[in-house]
């Protein structure tokens, strides 16, 4: 489900698989996070932008059920559509 979900042109179910491969919240996927590609690590990613930790900006490694690269191709899409933008 989750792969179906990142493969959707509709914007509030690519957030929702973005949410279940990273399990980041909603508003760390639909504004605040950033994901960083980590080398030699397919299956992880740096995460900043966590949303208990306002004013404060620690970077963390997360794991995830999809490859880094992917997750962050994702993310851009995401963000990139104007529909997310009220959000």
């Known amino acids: 489900v989750t792969g179906q979900l990142l493969e959707s042109t509709n914007p509030h ?13 909603p508003h760390e996927i639909l504004a605040r996070g ?5 080398e030699g690590e397919e299956y992880k990613l740096t995460f900043e932008g966590q949303g208990k930790k306002r004013g404060e900006k620690p970077a963390v490694t997360i794991s ?6 992917y997750l962050i191709k994702c993310l851009s899409k995401l963000r ?3 529909s997310c933008k009220s959000l």
């Not at 950033?34 to 980590?38: E, R, S, V, W």
């Not at 995830?64 to 690269?69: C, D, E, N």
């Open 13 to 25: 179910e690519l957030a929702v698989g973005l949410i279940a491969a990273t399990g980041r919240r």
């Open 34 to 38: 950033q994901f960083k590609a980590i």
């Open 64 to 69: 995830t059920l999809y490859p880094a690269s």
């Open 80 to 82: 990139q559509d104007e």
